[in-house]
């Protein structure tokens, strides 16, 4: 009897030890991917998001943040575009602020309504037709427009991915 409940508490233990370090595991990993693969910096090209965004001006970018109308948006066009500043393989990649939306199809028009490239051209941009949403717009230089994702966020969206 003593026997089998040494038995069980050192199983006991071990489960909670196992468990401890993989929680442990899962927060690191999830900090470690949201650090390097959903926030980035990245630089504006041309002058269809001025005067929000000027030409050559830096602005960060969170791919964990799901864009809702009035947020501006890095995205990758793969066919429907002709114009955009051009990628190595080829996807032309623009930043324009989503007017509207529905469940994967964006409205989305630059700020400098005289020389902008955008919906009013091309009409709606869906996701996994046309487009990659890079990321929602967080911060332009200095100047913060949104707060980056939080753990929950990251934990969702990996646990959405996965399955």
């Not at 955009?84 to 930043?95: C, P, Y």
Request: proline share 2%.
């Amino acid at each position: 009897m003593k026997k089998t409940i040494k038995i069980i508490f050192l199983l006991l233990v071990g489960f909670i030890i196992f468990s401890y370090v993989g929680i442990i595991f899962l927060f690191a990993t999830l900090d470690w991917y949201r650090s390097n693969y959903s926030r980035w910096e990245t630089v504006a090209y041309g002058e269809s998001m001025y005067p929000t965004i000027k030409n050559e001006q830096p602005f960060q970018l969170d791919t964990f943040i799901n864009p809702e109308i009035g947020d501006i948006i890095s995205f990758s066009c793969f066919n429907k575009c002709i114009e955009g500043e051009t990628a190595s393989n080829g996807e032309k990649i623009l930043t324009k602020r989503v007017l509207d939306r529905d469940e994967n199809c964006f409205w989305v028009e630059g700020d400098n309504k005289d020389n902008s490239y955008d919906s009013r051209e091309f009409g709606w941009i869906c996701k996994n037709e046309d487009i990659r949403i890079n990321g929602t717009v967080t911060a332009i230089g200095d100047t913060i427009l949104k707060p980056t994702s939080t753990f929950s966020d990251c934990l969702m969206d990996v646990i959405k991915h996965a399955f």
